[in-house]
């Protein structure tokens, strides 16, 4: 049996691994699309702070890693899939055939129909290669605008600001975070960056990008506002790479539609990471929710489908947590609502502390914080395990502290996760 994974990022090393440890004899053939080993993008801001070397980002550090386990690398991206002849076309022209198959090809950085955003100095930040071109310009005091201020865009924003250049960010959105906070979290996230002495500029976008004096950028923005800058970092966001499967017979949607089992449509084909579109039993719906643990835990069960140990995606998790400048935010759930629910919002401008809590009937369905971290261990059991409240939904309705208190007295007597009670002792 010949196992293919399109991917060699998290989700691709995972399953690679997991197939040996149930497959001694099979053939796994890990296909990535850069020259380096397999490394983890979410390093990239440490590597760019200088907290760790390239080596540091590898997600198996021996070099022998994979020659040891028997799993064949093959260095190439993917341009065509044949689903009915189990091959599959790398853009070299090579072809590789496969008994099963995996698409772990994770997302690629969007690209705004901006004018000179092939100039030199315009950078993502998604690769090595990205990371070094930056590195090499967001030198102390250089001048960088960032496109884009959602999850991506503020770890980055971190990383340069302790570059120590003079950072500017410009944002479509009417908020900061946009698609991980409301209204309220948004604009205090703002002024947090502001008081750090960033630059931001929300509900604004750029136009044109272009050459300046000597090596700089001119940028301008919508409104008129034109901004000198040395470096400029597109981060406005990423999609599943999933444009070679256009004709395969796979079916996509925002990403590579699949079931319970990571099983696409098409016999023996999975999908796994930030390219895949799972179901997720919690909200009754397909979802790609581009985080680590997800990546982890598809590719577990990809991987055991594939190796004929079929096993089900219990949920999928949607969790954000982001350091922005020191302060620490999160989302849960459905923390936009749900029609016909309840919602409780608190918010102390002054200690830059937010909290907010959705609800469907007596359920816990979704939540935002800003500068709280003391619950979120209580506020993922809540949301994922769909605890009903009972009367503890109004009493959080009135007091939306009293997340520990609810837990004590509805989770752990239902027998639902228990991380917010190891949460409690320590």
Request: aromatic letters at 4%.
């Amino acid at each position: 049996m010949h196992h293919l994974i399109l991917g060699a990022g998290p989700a691709g090393v995972i399953a690679a691994e997991t197939i040996r440890k149930h497959a001694p004899a099979d053939r796994i053939t890990l296909v990535g699309d850069e020259p380096e080993p397999p490394y983890s993008r979410m390093a990239i801001p440490y590597l760019l702070v200088g907290n760790i070397q390239e080596e540091g980002t590898y997600l198996r550090k021996r070099v022998d890693h994979f020659a040891a386990l028997r799993i064949d690398r093959v260095s190439g991206k993917a341009s065509k899939l044949d689903a009915q002849g189990r091959t599959v076309t790398l853009e070299d022209g090579q072809k590789l055939a496969f008994d099963r198959l995996l698409i772990a090809t994770g997302s690629h950085p969007v690209r705004p129909p901006i004018p000179g955003l092939d100039l030199p100095g315009v950078e993502t930040c998604w690769t090595l290669a990205d990371a070094r071109a930056i590195a090499a310009r967001a030198q102390p005091g250089a001048r960088v605008l960032q496109m884009g201020a959602g999850f991506i865009g503020c770890i980055i924003m971190e990383a340069l600001k302790q570059r120590g250049v003079d950072l500017s960010v410009v944002e479509m959105g009417d908020r900061m975070v946009p698609r991980m906070m409301g209204p309220a979290a948004g604009h205090m996230i703002r002024r947090w960056c502001e008081a750090q002495g960033v630059h931001v500029f929300t509900g604004r976008k750029v136009e044109a990008i272009e050459p300046g004096a000597g090596d700089a950028l001119r940028v301008r923005l919508s409104g008129g506002d034109v901004l000198e800058a040395d470096l400029v970092i597109s981060a406005v966001g990423v999609r599943p790479a999933v444009g070679f499967l256009q004709d395969s017979g796979v079916t996509t949607l925002l990403g590579v539609l699949t079931d319970a089992q990571m099983q696409t449509n098409v016999p023996g084909i999975y999908a796994a990471g930030d390219c895949a579109e799972a179901f997720d039993p919690f909200s009754g719906k397909t979802i790609v929710s581009a985080i680590q643990p997800n990546a982890a835990d598809q590719a577990r069960v990809a991987a055991l489908g594939m190796v004929g140990k079929p096993t089900t995606l219990k949920v999928v998790t949607q969790i954000n947590v982001l350091d922005t400048l020191g302060l620490i935010s999160t989302s849960f759930g459905n923390w936009q609502g749900m029609p016909g629910g309840e919602q409780v919002e608190l918010t102390d401008e002054d200690d830059h502390r937010h909290l907010s809590l959705q609800f469907k009937d007596d359920v816990l369905v979704g939540c935002n914080t800003v500068g709280m971290t003391e619950h979120v261990g209580v506020m993922r059991g809540l949301v994922e395990g769909q605890v009903p409240l009972g009367p503890w939904k109004d009493r959080l309705l009135e007091d939306p502290t009293r997340l520990m208190e609810a837990y004590l007295a509805n989770a752990q007597g239902q027998g639902h996760w228990s991380g917010a009670a190891d949460e409690r002792r320590r």
